[in-house]
């Protein structure tokens, strides 16, 4: 099925996000308590995930963490479109990458689709790289919630997470060389940065953690939280 995707286009928001060091602690924060006026107001129960938009030098980032938005959105009680499905029906009218998605109008995706929100995710940091006496695969993402029917930003967020976390250094300054080495071998043979992609969805995307999107209408804690 084809639909009149050309002619939609819209300006992209930037993402106003600022990283925090706190993203150590692997959570989506900010440095004061999210106003979620807007989210509980509209109260989406379907999300529409576009592919997310890559920064990185990686091609593969974009389908790594478009695969894994999925699970902790319905998880946190919501009603997600298939993404291959949606990837599949841009590609079908002519958009063939992520930028094209994300410029058509917020209107012509409620038409089409009509779901009651649109996630937009931009990727910043997908890899493994290694410094030396460092290895390590991270990735880091930015996401903006969008009321399709108000057209109202309704929730934004960050989030990271790398291989290095909780990893311990021994033998001195050798042993840290000898495992950076190491590490970079196995992370890089093994596609580590995949594994990473999904812990930074889950982080990004879960109901309940700081200054996080609040529950859906398919969770029992629906309106239970964001007080």
């Known amino acids: 099925m084809r639909f009149d995707f050309f002619n939609t286009r819209f300006a992209r928001a930037s993402f106003p996000i600022v990283l925090a060091s706190a993203f150590v602690s692997g ?5 004061k308590p999210y106003d979620y006026a807007a989210f509980k107001q509209s109260r989406p129960a379907s999300i529409l995930v576009l592919p997310p938009l ?11 963490m478009l695969s894994q938005v999925s699970f902790p959105l319905a998880e946190s009680g919501y009603y997600v479109f298939p993404v291959t499905l949606v990837d599949e029906t841009f590609r079908q009218n002519g ?23 649109a996630l ?41 997470a790398s291989s290095a976390e909780g990893r311990n250094s021994s033998g001195g300054l050798v ?19 995949h594994a990473i992609a999904g812990v930074t969805s889950q982080r990004l995307l879960s109901a309940g953690m700081p200054n996080g999107i609040l529950y859906g209408p398919r969770s029992p804690k629906y309106k239970a939280d964001g007080n």
């Open 27 to 31: 959570c989506a924060t900010q440095d």
């Open 54 to 64: 890559n920064d990185s030098p990686d091609v593969n980032a974009t389908y790594s």
């Open 95 to 117: 958009l063939s990458n992520p930028a094209e998605m994300h410029d058509v109008k917020l209107q012509k995706l409620r038409e089409i689709y009509g779901a009651d929100s």
């Open 120 to 160: 937009y995710i931009n990727i910043k940091q997908y890899g493994t790289s290694y410094t030396v006496i460092a290895s390590e695969s991270r990735v880091t993402a930015e996401a903006r919630l969008i009321d399709l029917r108000t057209e109202q930003v309704l929730w934004t967020g960050s989030a990271t």
């Open 175 to 193: 042993g840290m060389l000898v495992q950076a080495v190491v590490s970079q071998i196995i992370e890089s043979s093994t596609n580590q940065s």
